[in-house]
């Protein structure tokens, strides 16, 4: 969020500084075993057309994001031509009464790409899918380290400074905001925006803000399937069944995620996880070996809606608690940000 909204500001021509100590830590490529921060521990999936709801601010944001997406991508394969947003994705329905809920979502949102498919269509890649199955054709994924990646390399050709210290302090100022880094860097800003995610109700409650936030579990694997699909022919970039996520990962490979219970240690084995699937595995996935494994927090917000976006008082804007949407939300969220300085509106 932090690399985004920097980027966005630069871009919109504000002068920003952006303070992460993951800033001095390489760039990671590949799938890290350190997931320092949520976003390298994610999966990058993109479920904004799926959304249950259809009004509200949650809807407004993931449709907002889902349009700038493809923007954003082609902008940033300038500095990472790898990255690419994979579209496709299947969710699998869970019992005859979901496939009649996805029938209804379908025939509202034609226009967004989703369809329904009968159990007959979606037989050969998965074959428990017995009640059917809705499909997205513009919901995907993005790789979060390549973004990252993409994101750090337009930061460094771009005017934003890097700081790699964390914030220790922030102090009023009048006009402005001081910022305190742990390593001795003290500077004054028109403006903070804090996208700390669990790190965020630290800093902005010594200025008299609560906005607690609990972290959330969640754990992912990456396969290697001796059997089952080699090219992953017919597969949607991402497939959805009771809550995991599936995503092919080039030749008999596939990540697997999942979320687990709250707290902020891995309490299950992700492998039993895995086998479950509730019983509607097929055999090669619980045959598949696990290649590696990781786990990272979700920010939840306490008692409000996830994320939270707000601006606490003029010039302290909070862009935390994203939870399970961080990565689908970045660019809505940076826009939101921009447009409030842009339109000087209330609290920016
Ligand atoms: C296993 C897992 C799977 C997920 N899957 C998906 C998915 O498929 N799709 C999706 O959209 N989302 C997914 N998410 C959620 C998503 O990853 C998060 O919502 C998102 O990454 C949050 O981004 P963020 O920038 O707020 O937090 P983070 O990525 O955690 O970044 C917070 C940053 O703040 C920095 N920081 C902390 N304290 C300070 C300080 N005092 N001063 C300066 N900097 C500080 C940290 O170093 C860190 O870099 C998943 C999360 C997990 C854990």
Not at 97 to 110: G, N, Q, T, V
Not at 205 to 215: N, Q
Not at 238 to 251: A, C, E, R, Y
Request: with cysteine.
């Amino acid at each position: 969020m932090g690399l985004s909204t920097a980027w966005q500001l630069s871009q919109w021509g504000h002068q920003v500084a952006l303070f992460d100590p993951r800033l001095n830590q390489p760039s990671e490529t590949g799938i890290p075993s350190s997931r320092g921060n949520g976003t390298s521990a994610s999966l990058g999936v993109l479920m904004g057309h799926v959304f249950r709801r259809s009004s509200g601010r949650g809807w407004r944001l993931r449709q907002r994001s889902m349009a700038l997406w493809p923007k954003w991508i082609a902008e940033l394969q300038r500095f990472e031509p790898a990255l690419s947003l994979n579209r496709s994705l299947i969710q699998i329905a869970e019992d005859a009464s979901a496939f009649e809920r996805m029938r209804k979502l379908a025939s509202d949102r034609s226009h967004l790409g989703i369809q329904a498919i009968p159990p007959g269509d979606i037989e050969t890649i998965w074959p428990t899918a017995q009640f059917g199955a809705l499909r997205s054709k513009n919901d995907g994924r993005i790789n979060p380290v390549l973004l990252q990646k993409a994101l750090r390399l337009a930061l460094a050709s771009s005017s934003v400074e890097l700081v790699p210290e964390p914030v220790d302090a922030l102090t009023r100022k009048n006009p402005g905001w001081q910022l305190n880094g742990s390593g001795g860097h003290r500077s004054v800003h028109d403006a903070v925006v804090i996208c700390a995610a669990l790190a965020s109700p630290a800093l902005i409650e010594p200025l008299g803000h609560s906005r607690p936030i609990s972290p959330v579990l969640g754990q992912a694997l990456a396969l290697q399937c001796a059997d089952g699909p080699s090219n992953w022919q017919g597969w949607p970039s991402v497939l959805v069944d009771q809550g995991f996520n599936l995503i092919p990962n080039g030749p008999k490979r596939l990540l697997l995620g999942a979320t687990v219970e709250p707290g902020d240690s891995a309490a299950h084995s992700p492998l039993e996880l895995m086998r479950s699937l509730n019983d509607r595995a097929p055999t090669w996935l619980k045959d598949a070996e696990p290649i590696e494994q990781w786990s990272g927090l979700r920010a939840r917000p306490v008692d409000r809606p996830a994320p939270l976006l707000e601006a606490l008082e003029p010039g302290l804007i909070l862009a935390s608690g994203h939870y399970r949407n961080g990565v689908l939300l970045a660019p809505a969220t940076a826009e939101w940000i921009a447009n409030g300085f842009a339109n000087d509106a209330n609290g920016f």
